[in-house]
């Protein structure tokens, strides 16, 4: 029995949210952290509203604290309404996060002990509350269900036989949770968006493997239906989980949703009539507030500019400068407009052909390197930093990939994107690593060149020092990365 929890995953525990919260005096709400066994330092995070992740105006971090046996550690804040908080545990082999549910007034106290397998929460000796417990427990064996989906897609095993295996168990953990908490809002939400992910995942591959025949209706029409968009207008979804996904590549799906919802409509039309009519759709859609101008953002970003850098070259950039003038135009929201010119304005930057920033980064030795030293040979880098987790994930293959590379003219380069406070931490880690790191920091002239939307990003460049994506495939699509790299050998 799994009463103690991996940190290995994002637990998310968040309880049912009220439809209006009056405003109220703050209340001091605290978290006191206590470490058996782990020698590394807990990194604490209150979550910030999706608006302020879209425009990269985060905020700041609880603190950094040692994490060790000898003394608990107090992390406390003023909050009016519940809060989600992220608490990252660091150890020298492993790091995980864990997301928890703070309401106004609570004390709640985390143990983690680290002898037995990892970094573990100890629930028994845990003062987190039932209701967290129960959703953390959830989301545990979710993250099982989820690590099956992406690893059986990995190895080409995806069939419907698989989907439907990995959807039962869904709801059999689902069902369990309800009996454990009740009836609750977030994770009715939250297991609404897994079951939509699951389906979105299978579709998506078999899209792009181009296998016939398709999934059937009844399996894949869930994941884009009237009641899947309705998902994406509950205010549990963009308050509590939209903020992380965002994060993950929550809008490559709704892209991927709204291009399934409308594949027959769009029969024949070109790109350019495409990206408006899924924009129109977008806002026809979307009828929670919050989330109409969300969405409208997601269209003109991650689906409008990707088109602009797909079938446009730095020789086109007046057309396109054009082209994502008119898109951005409708939206009101002053502070993603203020993020959207931003990108207009460095467009000449990224669209393919454009030459690469010429920087000086110095190495985990304090040696300095010149983007110039790289003339010749194709450029594969990941923008990168410690706390991230998908950053984790997939650094591995980007190394391994490196290795299979060996010898040949691409070089595959890391860029820390980390805070100076954290720049101690990355030359440690930089040291064990066979491919060249350079440190450039979180708000410097490289990432606002690229304008760097998150972490990991990748990009890719030509022998010539040109621009081929500045939002390149990971490493962990292999096969699409592969065939890039091989194109500019």
């Not at 990269?56 to 046996?69: H, L, V």
Request: aromatic share 12%.
């Amino acid at each position: 029995m799994r009463a103690t929890i991996f940190l290995l995953f994002a637990l998310t525990a968040v309880s049912v949210v009220k439809a209006q919260i009056r405003e109220s005096k703050p209340q001091r709400s605290a978290i006191t952290l206590t470490a058996k066994g782990i020698d590394g330092y807990f990194y604490v995070e209150q979550l910030p509203p999706i608006n302020e992740v879209l425009v990269r105006k985060m905020k700041p971090a609880g603190e950094r604290f040692p994490a060790d046996s000898a003394k608990n550690i107090t992390w406390s804040t003023d909050i009016t309404e519940p809060v989600i908080v992220t608490l990252a545990v660091h150890g020298k082999e492993v790091s995980s996060s864990q997301k928890i549910y703070l309401k106004p007034g609570d004390s709640l106290s985390l143990t983690f002990n680290g002898k037995s397998q990892g970094l573990l929460m100890d629930t028994l000796h845990s003062n987190a509350g039932t209701l967290n417990n129960v959703l953390a427990w959830y989301d545990y064996h979710t993250s099982e269900v989820m690590n099956d989906l992406w690893t059986g897609l990995d190895e080409n095993k995806a069939t419907v036989t698989s989907m439907e295996g990995l959807l039962q168990r869904m709801n059999k953990v689902y069902a369990t949770a309800k009996q454990l908490a009740g009836k609750n809002t977030y994770l009715e939400t939250m297991y609404g968006f897994n079951l939509l992910t699951i389906r979105y995942a299978y579709g998506w591959y078999y899209d792009d493997n181009k296998i016939t025949p398709g999934l059937p209706t009844a399996l894949l029409a869930p994941a884009y239906d009237d009641k899947a968009f309705a998902l994406m207008n509950n205010p549990v979804f963009v308050k509590y989980i939209l903020p992380e996904e965002a994060r993950r590549g929550f809008f490559f799906t709704y892209d991927w949703m709204l291009n399934q919802r409308y594949k027959s409509a769009m029969t024949g039309m070109n790109d350019s009539t495409k990206m408006a009519f899924l924009g129109q759709k977008i806002l026809q859609i979307n009828k929670y507030a919050p989330f109409k101008e969300v969405a409208r953002f997601v269209y003109v970003k991650n689906t409008y500019f990707s088109y602009l850098n797909k079938h446009y070259t730095t020789n086109q950039l007046p057309v396109a400068r054009k082209l994502a003038m008119a898109a951005a135009a409708p939206i009101k929201d002053t502070a993603f407009q203020n993020r959207l010119q931003q990108l207009i304005a460095t467009m000449g930057n990224v669209l393919p052909g454009s030459p690469g920033l010429n920087f000086a980064l110095e190495d985990h030795k304090g040696k300095i390197w010149h983007f110039s030293d790289l003339k010749g040979k194709v450029v594969y880098i990941d923008v990168w930093t410690t706390w991230c987790g998908p950053c984790r994930a997939e650094a591995p293959l980007f190394e391994k990939m490196a290795a299979d590379y060996a010898g040949k003219d691409v070089v595959f380069l890391g860029i820390s994107a980390d805070r100076p406070k954290d720049k101690a931490t990355w030359i440690e880690m930089a040291g064990h690593k066979q491919t060249l790191q350079l440190y450039s920091g979180e708000k410097t002239a490289f990432m606002q060149y690229y304008q760097v939307p998150g972490y990991p990003t990748f990009l890719l460049f030509d022998k010539d020092g040109k621009v081929v994506s500045a939002d390149a495939p990971r490493p962990s699509a292999e096969s699409i990365i592969r065939e890039a790299i091989n194109k500019l050998l």
